[in-house]
C-alpha cells in the first residue's frame, strides 16, 4: 500500500525558510511517478504549489515562482519543497500527492506550516 508522510513543518518567522521533505512507500519505480506539492489555509480551498513531473519539469503557482523549489530524490523515494522568504500568507498545512500513470494518485496527511509576522 502506497503511503506519503510529510515532515519538516513548524514555525517560521517571516522571511524564513523550511524544507518540506515527502518519503513515498509501497510504490515501486517511484521515479516515474509525478510527485506534487499542494497546500491548503484555513477557511481555504486545497490549491496547488508545484509539480515535478518524471522527466524533470516543473510548474508552480505563479504566485510562488522564485521563492518555492521542488525537488526529488528518487534513490530515497523522497520529494522535496523549498520555501524561502516565508509569508504570513504562507500558512498553510502542506500536501503531498503522487499520481501514478494509470491515474491513481495518494495523498499524505500533511504537515502544517506556520508563519509569523
Known amino acids: 500500500q502506497v503511503q506519503l508522510v510529510e515532515s519538516g513543518g513548524g514555525l517560521v518567522q517571516a522571511g524564513g525558510s523550511l524544507r518540506l521533505s515527502c518519503a513515498a512507500s509501497?510504490?515501486?519505480?517511484?521515479?516515474?511517478?509525478?510527485m506534487a506539492w499542494y497546500r491548503q489555509a484555513p477557511g481555504k480551498q486545497r490549491e496547488l504549489v508545484a509539480v515535478?513531473?518524471?522527466?524533470?519539469?516543473?510548474n508552480y503557482a505563479d504566485s510562488l515562482k522564485g521563492r518555492f523549489a521542488i525537488s526529488r530524490d528518487n534513490a530515497k523515494n523522497t520529494v522535496y519543497l523549498q520555501m524561502n522568504s516565508l509569508k504570513p500568507e504562507d500558512t498553510a498545512v502542506y500536501y503531498c500527492?503522487?499520481?501514478?500513470?494509470?491515474?491513481?494518485?495518494?495523498w499524505g496527511k500533511g504537515t502544517l506550516v506556520t508563519v509569523s509576522s
Open positions: 500527492r503522487l499520481d501514478r500513470r494509470d491515474g491513481t494518485n495518494y
Open positions: 515535478l513531473a518524471s522527466g524533470g519539469t516543473t
Open positions: 509501497g510504490i515501486i519505480f517511484f521515479s516515474i511517478n509525478t
